[in-house]
């Protein structure tokens, strides 16, 4: 009989035990749902009460878009779904810059050869500030690069010109005492964003000498001494280059539209 109480009461102790630790769990499980559902409701609340929450995202996920753990236009992609529209003037502008970079970076992943993503994506930074430099619509400027190298990674011509944006040596030399245009020898010209920088500066000036555009292209593509000696002897000037590259930037308008 002894025997028979002591079982029952340590069935009840352990019953007892039991229900405690499920009240226990209860209260704690319930105090968890509450704390998620308010840290959420704050989480909503401090989005709606800051506007830069977004803008500070995508800044974070620009800053790390060569890092090569993440896929350049996966980062870009995500940040673009994340972002409202902006009301401020300054993020128009850096919302329209990252949509024209991001349309240079689809064009130059769609003809390029022998470049990685990593590369595409520089390659397309550096097409964007030029172009913004000296006002060129970036197509114009990849027609002019897609004439000269087909966009080929190392290109040389029968003739010595390096690079995407075919310059001799002789002209990079003549460029050189230009700030933040240094030099180092025919290697550097086959350093694709060298290339175009100073490709775009020798276009640029050669388009405020000559007082047109199309005059402009024609001296990139022929030299100045050549384009001296045919204005002096008032020579036709030759047509086929300008139309080979007007030609590709009008196929580029077509295809690949404003963003």
Same mark, same amino acid.
């Given at each position: 009989m002894a025997n028979k109480n002591y079982l029952q009461l340590r069935l009840r102790r352990l019953a007892l035990r039991f229900f405690t630790i499920c009240l226990i769990q209860s209260v704690v499980v319930t105090y968890w749902v509450l704390e998620l559902s308010d840290n959420r409701k704050s989480a909503r609340l401090s989005v709606q009460a800051t506007p830069s929450t977004d803008q500070a995202s995508?800044?974070?996920?620009?800053?790390?878009?060569? &890092?090569?753990? &993440?896929?350049? /236009?996966?980062? /870009? +992609?995500?940040?673009?779904?994340?972002?409202?529209?902006p009301s401020d003037t300054m993020q128009e502008e850096r919302w329209t810059q990252m949509k024209r970079q991001m349309l240079v970076e689809r064009i130059i992943g769609d003809f390029q050869v022998g470049?990685?993503?990593?590369?595409?994506?520089? +390659?397309?930074?550096?097409?964007?500030?030029?172009?913004?430099?000296?006002?060129?619509?970036?197509?114009? *400027?990849?027609?002019?690069?897609?004439?000269?190298?087909? *966009?080929?990674?190392?290109?040389?011509?029968? /003739?010595?010109?390096?690079? +995407?944006? /075919?310059?001799?040596?002789?002209?990079?030399v003549e460029l050189a005492n230009r700030p933040g245009h240094d030099f180092e020898g025919k290697t550097s010209?086959?350093?694709?964003?060298?290339?175009?920088?100073?490709?775009?500066?020798? *276009?640029?000036?050669l388009i405020m000498k000559y007082g047109d555009i199309r005059k402009g292209l024609i001296a990139y593509n022929l030299g100045e001494t050549a384009m001296r000696s045919r204005l002096a002897t008032n020579r036709k000037l030759p047509s086929q280059y300008v139309h080979k590259v007007m030609a590709t930037y009008e196929e580029l308008l077509e295809k690949y539209p404003d963003a």
């Open positions: 995508i800044d974070k996920a620009l800053t790390s878009l060569w &890092t090569g753990h &993440t896929d350049r /236009q996966e980062v /870009q +992609l995500a940040s673009l779904a994340c972002y409202h529209p470049f990685d993503k990593n590369e595409v994506g520089q +390659l397309a930074q550096v097409i964007d500030s030029e172009s913004r430099r000296y006002s060129y619509d970036p197509r114009l *400027l990849l027609a002019v690069i897609l004439t000269e190298s087909s *966009l080929r990674k190392g290109n040389i011509s029968y /003739q010595g010109a390096h690079g +995407l944006m /075919q310059i001799k040596p002789a002209v990079a010209l086959f350093d694709p964003a060298y290339s175009i920088k100073l490709g775009s500066l020798y *276009l640029f000036e």
